[in-house]
């Protein structure tokens, strides 16, 4: 697989980049899909999706995931662990560097997608793995009957929150904010959840304690009365969007402000024969199924891109 040089090769496993990939295994490309540090993508961390379309009962996200990996496994897609170091789209074929192997791909489908957003605080940092966390489907389990905190006023604060409630002898949802960009039935139903108590218009300053190596509590301000007190908590999960990973092709590929991709014509990079689908390059809708359909898309315009230099 070292040095070889490939069709296709899709970086990521996520909703996107694995409907990129049984498209163009379905196209007879052979895949190389590489699994990075989170494989499976936001969905693998994610609990019921409702609204994917063919479920009507809803389906597990890590099923979901799990279902389209074999689906495009069935059609000769292979998969790579690997973390891309470094990017030169500048000579042709495509070079990808893993650190100990590099590959070579005559077109690329970026599907990095998006990870986690922290608040950045150092007592933060320190406690990652000791009662803070951006997955509650990953650690939740550990919090049982102890009280809970979630920090964010998004679809995923709230998701994050109503599952908590099922370990949490409470869930404190503190939000910077007393307006949600919550969709309308993520946020009734959090409001109507017993267990879960909003704390709009706050923000956390520092969390407590880095010595122990455990969460005991949280310093708050009000940031309207800038009243500010300790609350003890148990574990601090962080529902505060992603950032999109992109970075390594810095100085290659367009980037918005925020660091996306910039796509033209849905999929097109400014590189021809690199393409690019999924949260990685829409900060717009972000939807399982929009990054799906944008992997489809890829897939077809890598195929036709191959077809056009007579492959
Ligand atoms: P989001 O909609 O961007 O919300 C992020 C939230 O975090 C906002 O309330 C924001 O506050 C807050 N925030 C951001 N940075 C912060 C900081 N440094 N300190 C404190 N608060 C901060 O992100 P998301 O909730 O992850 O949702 C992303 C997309 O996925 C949305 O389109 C959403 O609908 C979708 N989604 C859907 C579902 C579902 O349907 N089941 C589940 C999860 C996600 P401000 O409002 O003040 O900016």
Same mark, same amino acid.
């Given at each position: 697989?070292?040095?070889?040089?490939?069709?296709?090769?899709?970086? +990521?496993?996520?909703?996107?980049?694995l409907?990129?990939?049984?498209?163009?295994?379905?196209a007879?490309?052979?895949?190389?899909?590489?699994?990075?540090?989170?494989?499976?993508?936001?969905?693998?961390?994610?609990?019921?999706?409702?609204?994917?379309?063919?479920?009507?009962?809803?389906?597990?996200?890590?099923?979901?995931?799990?279902?389209?990996?074999?689906?495009?496994?069935?059609?000769?897609?292979?998969?790579?662990?690997?973390?891309?170091?470094?990017?030169?789209?500048?000579?042709?074929?495509?070079? =990808?560097?893993?650190?100990?192997?590099?590959?070579?791909?005559?077109t =690329?489908?970026?599907?990095? +997608?998006?990870?986690?957003?922290?608040? +950045?605080?150092?007592?933060?940092?320190?406690?990652?793995?000791?009662?803070?966390?951006?997955?509650?489907?990953?650690?939740?389990?550990?919090?049982?009957?102890?009280?809970?905190?979630?920090?964010?006023?998004?679809?995923?604060?709230?998701?994050?929150? *109503?599952?908590?409630?099922?370990?949490?002898?409470?869930?404190? *949802?503190?939000?910077?904010?007393?307006?949600?960009?919550?969709?309308?039935?993520?946020?009734?139903?959090?409001?109507?959840?017993?267990?879960?108590?909003? *704390?709009?218009?706050?923000?956390?300053?520092?969390?407590y304690?880095?010595?122990?190596?455990?969460?005991?509590? =949280?310093?708050?301000?009000?940031?309207?009365?800038?009243?500010?007190?300790?609350?003890?908590?148990?574990?601090?999960? =962080?529902?505060?969007?992603?950032?999109?990973?992109?970075?390594?092709?810095?100085?290659?590929?367009?980037?918005?402000?925020?660091?996306?991709?910039?796509?033209?014509?849905f999929?097109?990079?400014?590189?021809?024969?690199?393409?690019?689908?999924?949260?990685?390059?829409?900060?717009?809708?972000?939807?399982?199924?929009?990054?799906?359909?944008?992997?489809?898309a890829?897939?077809?315009?890598?195929?036709?891109?191959?077809?056009?230099?007579?492959?």
């Amino acid at each position: 697989m070292e040095n070889s040089v490939r069709d296709t090769v899709i970086l +990521g496993t996520g909703c996107s980049g694995l409907t990129a990939a049984i498209y163009a295994a379905r196209a007879n490309l052979n895949p190389l899909v590489i699994e990075g540090h989170e494989p499976g993508g936001q969905l693998s961390m994610t609990t019921l999706v409702e609204n994917f379309p063919g479920f009507p009962e809803g389906i597990q996200g890590p099923e979901l995931i799990e279902n389209m990996r074999k689906q495009a496994e069935r059609f000769g897609a292979e998969y790579m662990a690997g973390h891309l170091v470094s990017a030169d789209l500048g000579h042709y074929p495509f070079t =990808l560097n893993f650190g100990s192997k590099s590959v070579q791909a005559r077109t =690329l489908i970026i599907a990095s +997608g998006a990870s986690a957003r922290w608040l +950045g605080l150092p007592s933060e940092q320190a406690l990652i793995g000791y009662g803070v966390s951006s997955c509650a489907t990953c650690d939740g389990f550990f919090f049982r009957d102890k009280p809970i905190t979630v920090i964010g006023g998004g679809d995923s604060a709230m998701e994050e929150a *109503l599952f908590l409630t099922r370990f949490a002898s409470k869930v404190t *949802l503190i939000h910077r904010r007393d307006h949600f960009r919550a969709s309308k039935i993520m946020l009734d139903r959090a409001r109507q959840h017993e267990k879960i108590e909003f *704390l709009p218009d706050t923000v956390v300053e520092d969390v407590y304690d880095v010595q122990k190596k455990e969460v005991s509590g =949280l310093k708050l301000r009000n940031v309207k009365s800038g009243k500010v007190w300790d609350f003890p908590t148990s574990a601090m999960f =962080l529902g505060i969007g992603h950032h999109p990973n992109a970075k390594m092709f810095t100085g290659q590929l367009d980037m918005d402000q925020d660091g996306y991709l910039k796509t033209h014509d849905f999929v097109f990079t400014r590189v021809p024969g690199v393409f690019a689908c999924g949260d990685v390059q829409d900060r717009r809708y972000r939807q399982a199924i929009t990054a799906a359909g944008s992997g489809c898309a890829a897939a077809m315009e890598a195929e036709k891109f191959l077809e056009e230099h007579g492959r």
